[in-house]
């Protein structure tokens, strides 16, 4: 069996034997059904639930908040974090703040931010987008300085602008440190913006989470959250594979 293969199979197995013995507790009457139900039961009742189509247009909502969310992140993190690796003392400056950005409870600032932007989707992607950002612009600025000052003196012979070095020069070079940061802000645009709408929202997936809880509707809760892990796990081992291919494609390229 190649590495590869071992790996995958190490990966499924450490997946598959938890659930398995979870399924065995809930069945043998260790985890009660009103605490929890079967991992079996769950995978049933989100499959009702996405062919009922009740809670489409929530699925939708939340998907489409924690993609702008993303989105916007990724493209502005790479942007500041390309404008601070250039200006040296604005970057020793904020480096503190990057540092301990995590230790801020973002979601202490939702009220205000319904204030000034109301009751839509604004809040929620803000929330991811805040989450997120710090991630790909650390990210961006530790790929940037792995990149070799050869380099960047091959651009300035080849007399490109500020502009064109980043774009074809340092940014490609530090393209596995973005997709680190890229990794990071999709975990976190799904914590934000499911978050934010399990806090206060009137729709979208963390609310129909948070409206089950508060009713005690195990059969409705769980299936929405296994779709939430399944969704997440997803877009993750998406985002690594490309990670892996590029990293690998750099290899081969050496």
């Given at each position: 069996?190649?590495?590869?293969?071992?790996?995958?199979?190490?990966?499924?197995?450490?997946?598959?034997?938890?659930?398995?013995?979870?399924?065995?507790?809930?069945?043998?009457?260790?985890?009660?059904?009103?605490?929890?139900?079967?991992?079996?039961?769950?995978?049933?009742?989100?499959?009702?639930?996405?062919?009922?189509?009740?809670?489409?247009?929530?699925?939708?909502?939340?998907?489409?908040?924690?993609?702008?969310?993303?989105?916007?992140?990724?493209?502005?993190?790479?942007?500041?974090?390309?404008?601070?690796?250039?200006?040296?003392?604005?970057?020793?400056?904020?480096?503190?703040?990057?540092?301990?950005?995590?230790?801020?409870?973002?979601?202490?600032?939702?009220?205000?931010?319904?204030?000034?932007?109301?009751?839509?989707?604004?809040?929620?992607?803000?929330?991811?987008?805040?989450?997120?950002?710090?991630?790909?612009?650390?990210?961006?600025?530790n790929g940037l300085d792995s990149v070799p000052r050869v380099l960047i003196k091959t651009a300035r012979v080849c007399r490109m602008n500020?502009?064109?070095?980043?774009?074809?020069?340092?940014?490609?070079?530090?393209?596995?440190?973005?997709?680190?940061g890229v990794k990071l802000a999709a975990a976190y645009s799904f914590i934000g913006v499911i978050g934010a709408e399990f806090i206060m929202?009137?729709?979208?997936?963390?609310?129909?989470?948070?409206?089950?809880?508060?009713?005690?509707?195990?059969?409705?809760?769980?299936?929405l959250i296994l779709l939430i892990l399944v969704v997440s796990v997803t877009v993750n081992f998406t985002l690594d594979h490309w990670d892996?291919?590029?990293?690998?494609?750099?290899?081969?390229?050496?």
């Amino acid at each position: 069996m190649s590495r590869a293969r071992r790996i995958a199979l190490y990966q499924a197995l450490a997946v598959a034997i938890p659930v398995l013995l979870l399924e065995v507790a809930c069945r043998v009457g260790l985890i009660q059904p009103l605490t929890m139900p079967t991992p079996s039961s769950m995978v049933v009742g989100l499959v009702e639930i996405l062919a009922s189509g009740r809670i489409n247009a929530a699925i939708l909502k939340t998907l489409a908040n924690v993609a702008a969310a993303f989105v916007l992140a990724s493209v502005a993190g790479v942007a500041l974090g390309a404008l601070l690796h250039r200006a040296a003392p604005v970057r020793r400056l904020l480096e503190p703040l990057f540092s301990t950005y995590y230790a801020i409870p973002i979601y202490a600032f939702y009220p205000l931010f319904i204030v000034v932007f109301g009751l839509g989707d604004a809040p929620q992607v803000l929330i991811g987008f805040m989450l997120a950002l710090v991630a790909v612009i650390v990210s961006t600025l530790n790929g940037l300085d792995s990149v070799p000052r050869v380099l960047i003196k091959t651009a300035r012979v080849c007399r490109m602008n500020a502009v064109q070095t980043a774009t074809q020069v340092t940014l490609p070079y530090a393209a596995p440190h973005l997709f680190t940061g890229v990794k990071l802000a999709a975990a976190y645009s799904f914590i934000g913006v499911i978050g934010a709408e399990f806090i206060m929202s009137q729709s979208g997936l963390g609310y129909e989470i948070r409206f089950a809880f508060d009713n005690l509707d195990n059969q409705v809760m769980y299936p929405l959250i296994l779709l939430i892990l399944v969704v997440s796990v997803t877009v993750n081992f998406t985002l690594d594979h490309w990670d892996k291919a590029l990293r690998a494609r750099r290899g081969a390229a050496r």
